[in-house]
């Protein structure tokens, strides 16, 4: 005989905090966050980034200070993201330099904070005076095979700095697979690989191309042709299930909170470790409606970071990171 109503009243458990708190089926802990910054040029620097309030760049000095609190915090990783203000070309020479600024970010970090794992992504828009994640023609589309060839070159740079994990984040066919060979053969077998690969053409990511310095060149141009296309779950399966194949240590669902049916049908699928990125966008709508007293930053983003684990997630990348990291550790 199963009860119903009157006998069962799902209310009772939920009544008292000490039942509330034995029936959480969920947790979260710094060591599931991985915090994205921006990195830039000289010392001492910081920049505020207008859409993105309470983020802001900084120079590798001050950087490796924020790593070391990170660390001390728990933080499971840091994830680099450059802001080049050198000058952009074509062919993003300045993306594979072993000693630009990802290279000697890595270097610094890994030698004051060892056991924060470091990644970086591997793309080349901060470095194109197109803005675009590839190399262009004459029509403006974006090549593959040349592209994933500057990859492997960027890719084999960061490994060589001493990065952990190498993020490419760039949807380029083939480029997990060419990445994982060139590493191996370098000698890089234990450098991992996080492959961004149900990564969609999502408007979310606006304030981070501001951060980047990517949006005015990229003018009014899209990545239609090589990110997924957002009302789309089949296909980002297909992408997910050819990254494993070609070598990925660890999948990225992104953006995230829009995109959760992906991240539960991910892990559910294939049973691995799968990260999710909380975009710019998300965290600037989070701060916009914060900053007009509309939500609470904190217990709204908590409930951010839970809904990613309740979903399958085992890292989440968030610009809250560092925030949820004190709070979780009673600061
Ligand atoms: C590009 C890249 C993007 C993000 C991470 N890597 C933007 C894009 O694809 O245009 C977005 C992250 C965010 O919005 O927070 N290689």
Same mark, same amino acid.
């Given at each position: 005989?199963?009860?119903?109503?009157?006998?069962?009243?799902m209310?009772?458990?939920?009544?008292?905090?000490?039942?509330?708190?034995?029936?959480?089926?969920?947790?979260?802990?710094?060591?599931?966050?991985?915090?994205?910054?921006?990195?830039?040029?000289?010392?001492?620097?910081?920049?505020?980034?207008?859409?993105?309030?309470?983020?802001?760049?900084?120079?590798?000095?001050?950087?490796?200070?924020?790593?070391?609190?990170?660390a001390?915090l728990?933080?499971f990783?840091?994830?680099? /993201?450059?802001?080049?203000?050198?000058?952009?070309?074509?062919?993003?020479?300045?993306?594979?330099?072993?000693?630009?600024?990802?290279?000697?970010?890595?270097?610094?970090?890994?030698?004051?904070?060892?056991?924060?794992m470091?990644?970086?992504?591997?793309?080349?828009?901060p470095?194109?005076?197109?803005?675009?994640?590839?190399?262009?023609?004459?029509?403006?589309?974006?090549?593959?095979?040349?592209?994933?060839?500057v990859?492997?070159?960027?890719?084999?740079?960061?490994a060589?700095s001493?990065?952990?994990?190498?993020?490419?984040?760039?949807m380029?066919d083939?480029?997990?697979?060419?990445?994982?060979?060139a590493?191996?053969?370098?000698?890089f077998?234990?450098?991992k690989?996080?492959?961004?690969?149900a990564?969609?053409?999502?408007?979310?990511?606006?304030?981070?191309?501001?951060a980047?310095?990517s949006?005015t060149?990229?003018?009014?141009?899209?990545?239609?042709?090589y990110?997924?296309?957002?009302?789309?779950?089949?296909?980002?399966?297909?992408?997910?299930?050819?990254?494993?194949?070609?070598?990925?240590?660890?999948?990225?669902?992104?953006?995230?909170?829009?995109?959760?049916?992906?991240?539960?049908?991910?892990?559910?699928?294939?049973?691995?470790?799968?990260a999710?990125?909380?975009?710019?966008?998300? /965290?600037?709508m989070?701060?916009?409606?914060?900053?007009?007293?509309?939500?609470?930053?904190?217990?709204?983003?908590?409930?951010?970071?839970?809904? /990613?684990?309740?979903a399958?997630?085992?890292?989440?990348?968030?610009?809250?990171?560092?925030?949820?990291a004190?709070?979780m550790?009673?600061?």
């Amino acid at each position: 005989m199963s009860a119903t109503y009157p006998t069962l009243r799902m209310r009772r458990m939920r009544r008292d905090s000490f039942t509330r708190a034995m029936m959480r089926e969920t947790s979260i802990s710094p060591a599931n966050l991985i915090w994205p910054v921006f990195v830039i040029e000289g010392e001492n620097r910081t920049q505020a980034i207008d859409s993105m309030p309470g983020v802001e760049r900084m120079s590798i000095d001050l950087l490796v200070e924020q790593a070391r609190e990170a660390a001390s915090l728990g933080v499971f990783g840091i994830a680099l /993201f450059p802001m080049v203000e050198s000058e952009k070309t074509p062919y993003a020479e300045e993306a594979y330099n072993a000693n630009g600024l990802i290279p000697r970010a890595v270097k610094a970090i890994k030698a004051n904070a060892p056991e924060l794992m470091v990644i970086t992504d591997v793309a080349l828009d901060p470095y194109t005076s197109h803005g675009q994640d590839g190399l262009i023609d004459d029509s403006g589309y974006i090549l593959n095979d040349e592209t994933v060839a500057v990859l492997i070159q960027q890719a084999l740079a960061h490994a060589a700095s001493g990065v952990d994990f190498v993020a490419p984040s760039d949807m380029m066919d083939g480029r997990i697979g060419a990445i994982r060979e060139a590493l191996d053969e370098a000698g890089f077998f234990q450098t991992k690989i996080l492959a961004y690969s149900a990564k969609f053409a999502s408007h979310f990511y606006g304030p981070f191309r501001d951060a980047v310095g990517s949006a005015t060149f990229l003018g009014k141009s899209s990545k239609d042709t090589y990110q997924i296309d957002f009302g789309n779950s089949d296909e980002a399966m297909r992408e997910c299930a050819l990254d494993i194949e070609e070598g990925a240590d660890m999948l990225m669902v992104k953006p995230g909170l829009p995109y959760l049916d992906i991240l539960a049908r991910v892990k559910n699928e294939f049973k691995m470790p799968v990260a999710v990125y909380q975009v710019s966008g998300e /965290f600037a709508m989070l701060k916009a409606a914060s900053a007009n007293g509309w939500l609470d930053y904190k217990k709204c983003l908590m409930e951010t970071l839970i809904a /990613f684990r309740r979903a399958g997630a085992s890292a989440i990348l968030t610009y809250g990171a560092m925030d949820a990291a004190r709070w979780m550790n009673g600061k």
